[in-house]
């Protein structure tokens, strides 16, 4: 079975522009999660959605936004972007509706290295 | 508040070493669950292991081992024999209502 998903891998963008990275979660969950992961650091959690509800949001600007497909798939979007949005940006899926606390396991993609010019 | 302390920032060690990953968290809730992730060079977190807060058994699976004191708010993992594919970032994480990450600590394992 395929796991987590993200695309693109890698980009380069300037400040200001927007940027939209992808992530198919394994087949089966419905829960996904983004977390942003500046380099040296660790990862720190911006949304969690779960049926296309948003579940939870973490302490990032309004221009960090993000939704949930049908079929599971999510789309974060960042707009306006700022030299301190270069990171990595891992996405999570998990099938439990809170995402960590019931079975306790996310599985995470190899991530969106997004760098900021 | 949630937080998640890795002291260690980076440590360097021989094959066939043992090696402990500190982490101390802090919390005011009474239920939480906390986990270690490894984080290799691809970039991918691999999930390790979790706990809960109820549940203060070690636990030992192959070469690595977890050790979980409430009374002083640890949840160290040991790597028995190090082999040099162990090399990576490894993560420990504090859940109540969010998932918040520590700073993570880079094992080297040389040859």
């Known amino acids: 079975d395929a796991g987590v998903t993200q695309s693109p891998t890698h980009l380069i963008k300037t400040r200001g522009q927007q940027v939209t990275l992808r992530c198919s979660p394994i087949?089966?969950?419905?829960?996904v999660s983004w977390y942003q992961q500046v380099l040296g650091q660790g990862p720190q959690f911006i949304f969690q959605?779960?049926?296309?509800?948003?579940?939870g949001r973490g302490n990032f600007p309004d221009r960090f936004s993000a939704r949930q497909f049908p079929n599971y798939s999510s789309e974060l979007n960042v707009n306006a972007l700022l030299l301190g949005d270069s990171a990595l940006y891992l996405c999570?899926?998990?099938?439990?509706?809170?995402?960590?606390?019931?079975?306790?396991?996310?599985?995470f993609g190899e991530g969106s290295r997004l760098t900021v010019l | 508040a949630q937080k998640v302390t890795q002291a260690q920032t980076e440590i360097s060690v021989v094959e066939k070493e043992d090696v402990t990953l500190d982490c101390v968290y802090e919390?005011?809730?009474?239920?939480?669950?906390l986990f270690w992730y490894k984080q290799p060079p691809s970039g991918e977190l691999v999930f390790l292991i979790r706990?809960?807060?109820?549940?203060?058994q070690n636990e030992i699976s192959g070469r690595y081992s977890w050790n979980f004191q409430k009374s002083t708010s640890s949840f160290n993992f040991t790597i028995t024999a190090s082999q040099v594919v162990d090399s990576a970032v490894y993560f420990c994480?504090?859940?109540?209502?969010?998932?918040?990450f520590g700073k993570g600590t880079k094992l080297t394992v040389n040859p």
């Open positions: 999570a899926s998990s099938s439990s509706p809170a995402g960590w606390t019931n079975t306790g396991e996310l599985f």
């Open positions: 087949s089966g969950h419905k829960s």
């Open positions: 959605y779960y049926e296309k509800e948003e579940r």
């Open positions: 919390t005011r809730d009474t239920t939480y669950y």
């Open positions: 706990r809960n807060s109820f549940d203060e």
């Open positions: 994480a504090l859940v109540t209502t969010q998932l918040v």
